[in-house]
């Protein structure tokens, strides 16, 4: 299996601009995850999916972010519009979900997202 | 209000010697608790876990002991390796409505060195 598959790996834009990420979970999980890393709050869960519905978007920071999983092989996080500080890694994670081994989450390399 | 902490950010260690990362909780609902690895440019990769109803877990070289009273977990390392110089992330799970969400800490820096 290829793992959690997220591109772009490396996102610049200009303030203002709409920014889209993707991730492509692990074939069979039932589970989705967005994440956020910075280096003053850390790893901040932002959204999950169970199934492809949302279930806790309650991390998400503003309604500039948005979350979409339109099907169990595809997910995005988009900004709009993106502000510098937006720019944060940006990591995708899927799990099996409803299982007593469920907690195991498999992560994707990141996007590097830089807002300027 | 952070639920899991990490108060070492770094720790340095000589290899063939024992590395121990410390993790504090908050909430007591928490019932698993993961550790994960990170290197650069990488996402964090799963280490190991433990059950709240268990107190000690070993795979290898590392072990995790988990201490309900304190509120408190440790990942013990021995003998420490250059290749484990990372970043470690202690993580503490809870179900939500079908699925385990997963509440980090700020990371330890772990440096082995030769």
């Known amino acids: 299996d290829a793992g959690v598959i997220q591109s772009p790996r490396h996102e610049v834009t200009e303030m203002g601009q709409e920014v889209t990420l993707r991730c492509k979970p692990i074939s069979g999980h039932n589970s989705l995850f967005w994440y956020r890393q910075t280096m003053m709050r850390g790893l901040e869960l932002l959204i999950y999916f169970n199934n492809n519905v949302p279930i806790d978007d309650s991390g998400m920071p503003e309604d500039r972010f948005s979350a979409k999983m339109p099907n169990a092989s595809f997910s995005t996080l988009k900004i709009q519009p993106s502000e510098p500080r937006d720019s944060a890694v940006y990591f995708c994670a899927s799990s099996l979900g409803g299982t007593d081994s469920s907690y195991e989450q498999y992560f994707g390399p990141g996007t590097r997202l830089t807002v300027t | 209000d952070q639920q899991v902490k990490q108060n070492s950010p770094s720790l340095s260690v000589q290899e063939g010697r024992i590395s121990i990362l410390n993790c504090d909780y908050t909430?007591?609902?928490?019932?698993?608790f993961l550790w994960y690895k990170k290197y650069p440019a990488e996402g964090p990769t799963f280490l190991i876990s433990i059950s709240s109803i268990k107190d000690k877990n070993e795979d290898g070289r590392f072990t995790v002991f988990l201490n309900k009273s304190a509120k408190h977990l440790s990942l013990h390392i021995v003998p420490s390796q250059p290749g484990d110089s990372a970043v470690y992330f202690c993580?503490?799970?809870?179900?939500?409505?079908?699925?385990?969400?997963?509440?980090f800490g700020q990371g330890t820096r772990l440096t082995i060195n030769p």
């Open positions: 909430n007591s609902m928490f019932d698993y």
């Open positions: 993580a503490a799970s809870a179900q939500f409505q079908g699925a385990q969400k997963l509440v």
